[in-house]
Structures are given as structure tokens and as C-alpha cells.
């Protein structure tokens, strides 16, 4: 993205995120995060990525919501954005710290033996002979 989208990605997602903190009264759209924007070169369209912060149980609930806020908010962002044309807000659930928790899980159930001592001391030397 051009420094114009990231600036103006960033300021959108201020704002939005203030809106959903403060303004919309919506019970489903408590406790959700603005995770990242994303325009495109025009500034017409606005990729908005949201999560429930580990509630996944919601995302139906939450995209509903967003659903039915989507005039307000696209009203309230070309107020405090000062755009001639608000971008279309286009909403997606965020999946990437779902995605990252199940790495989490994968590795930490990963078994790795030990290597036994031999093989550390023996690479250890092997390591002090390379070096002399």
C-alpha cells in the first residue's frame, strides 16, 4: 500500500474502533477489535478485519451486527475522515489469531526427544576444533 492507504487505513481503523467502543449501542458488537484495514488505491473500498478476541463462538453474532451497523458507520467515518466519497466498508472475520493459537497447540504438542549427552558433547568439540 502507497503512504496515502497506510495513513489513511490507520486513521479508519481509529475511528472505527473508537465507534464500536464508544457509539453504537449494538450488545453484539461489545468486546470486538478493529485487527487491521486495508484499501485499495482508489480509497472506494475498505477491507475491515475484526475479531471477538477469543470468542469465535460469535462470529455470526458479530458479522450480523456489523451487518445492520454498516450505514452508521460508513456515515460516521466520512464525517471524521473528510473524504469526497466514503469508502465502502467491507467486513471480514478475522481468522489469523485463531489460526496462530491452533500453531500454538500443534507445537506444544509436539514430542522431541532429547538428544542424548554424547551427541551434545561430541558436536560441542567438534564446534572448539572448527574454531582453532
Same mark, same amino acid.
Given at each position: !500500500? ?12 481509529? &475511528? ?31 477491507? &475491515? ?13 458479530? !458479522? ?38 491452533? !500453531? ?29
Amino acid at each position: !500500500m502507497s503512504i496515502k492507504q497506510d495513513r489513511m487505513a490507520e486513521r479508519i481503523q481509529g &475511528i472505527l474502533s473508537e465507534l464500536l467502543l464508544r457509539e453504537v449501542a449494538d450488545p453484539r458488537l461489545q468486546h470486538i477489535t478493529v485487527t487491521e484495514v486495508k484499501l485499495d488505491p482508489e480509497l472506494m473500498f475498505a477491507n &475491515i478485519f475484526i475479531n471477538a478476541l477469543g470468542d469465535e463462538t460469535r462470529q455470526d453474532q458479530v !458479522m450480523d451486527g456489523l451487518k445492520r451497523a454498516k450505514g452508521f458507520l460508513r456515515r460516521e467515518v466520512a464525517k471524521r475522515v473528510r473524504l469526497r466519497n466514503a469508502p465502502d466498508l467491507i467486513f471480514h472475520w478475522d481468522k489469523t489469531l485463531e489460526r496462530g493459537e491452533r !500453531m500454538h497447540r500443534l507445537m506444544s504438542d509436539l514430542y522431541i526427544p532429547p538428544r542424548p549427552v554424547e551427541e551434545v558433547v561430541e558436536s560441542v568439540d567438534a564446534d572448539d576444533d572448527d574454531g582453532a
